[in-house]
Each structure stands twice: as C-alpha cells, then as structure tokens.
C-alpha cells in the first residue's frame, strides 16, 4: 500500500444538506438492523437530499468490537474505500453470531483468536484486509471515532444524530418512512 492510499475514507453516503449519523457497534443486533435500513432510506429520503453518516462506537461488552470497527476502518483504506468497508460490514451482520460471544461472555469465539476472527471475515466479506489492518495510521481514525462518540454523549448502538442533535426517539425498529419524515418534515 502506498502512503498516498492511507487514509480512511469516511463512510458518508448520499450529498444532500440533513445530515444523518448512525452510530454502530458492528454485532450488535439493533447495529445490524439499523445498518440494514440505510439504503432504503437515501432511496426513500433522496441521495440528493441527505447525507447518511456511519460512525463506531465500540462497546466492551461486544468483546470483539474493538478489532472488528479497525477491519472495517481497514477496509475503507483500500480500493474502493467506503464501499470496500461496506462489504465487510455486510458480512458481519450476515454472519453476527460468528463474531460475537453467547451472551456476550461464552461459546466458540472464546477459544478464537483474533487472527482466526479476521481470517474468518476475510473470507465472508472477499475484502484482504491484513496490510490495511496493520496500517498504523489506522489508529488516528479508530481513536477519532470513539471521541467524536463521546464529545456527543454516545455510549449505545445505534444512536441517531439529525444535523448534530440526537434522537432519543428513533430506533433500529423503526420504519424507514419516519427516518426520512424526520429528516425531511
């Protein structure tokens, strides 16, 4: 990898002026769910009028958060950027229980190693993630998005923001259409 592609691309969809930030723990089920929705909601709310953020928040007591947000900071580093991140976001939410413990304590991944869990995403998700995965730039963007998450008092996935405020009242359960009412009403 060349010094010129190090960098992370950021995970920002659509070019519109509301902005919408969502902020993910990638296993957790809710995250999962959440994530699920964000193409149908540019497709309903318009690529041209929002802009769909993801930001990370790794919670402790999803006990492979931490490696799996830098896999997939690693991934938006290599060709492709937010779109390469995108497919290994995609394969662990199709795959959630691989990368997470039972009951969040137990079970098969506590005898896993986190070379076996990235191994193991790489070969879901097609993405070769060890060189970018080892980039030691990557922790300038792991550690911006924990403190950007906890500057806006962030601690819980998924956590919404509209335009800098977050949404107490709006959840991976909700339908698309409020998302969009919100952004767009």
Known sequence: MTDAARHADPLTFGSGPRL?????????????????????LLAAAGVDKITVKLR???QPWHMLSGLLVRC????SMLPGGKDTARKVLDAIAAHREEFEFDHHFGG???DATPRQIIDRLIAYSGV????AYEARELEK???????YS???GIHVSPTFMVDGLVQ????SGDDVAKWAERLLG
């Open 168 to 171: 107490a009242d709006l959840g």
């Open 56 to 58: 990370f928040v790794s």
């Open 20 to 40: 919408f930030e969502i902020f993910l723990e990638p296993t957790c089920p809710f995250s999962c769910r959440a994530y699920g929705k964000v193409d149908a």
């Open 150 to 152: 906890r500057q806006n």
């Open 128 to 131: 070769p993630l060890w060189d």
């Open 108 to 110: 098969p991944n506590l």
């Open 141 to 147: 963007e792991i550690k911006w998005h924990a403190k």
């Open 72 to 75: 997939i900071l690693a991934a």
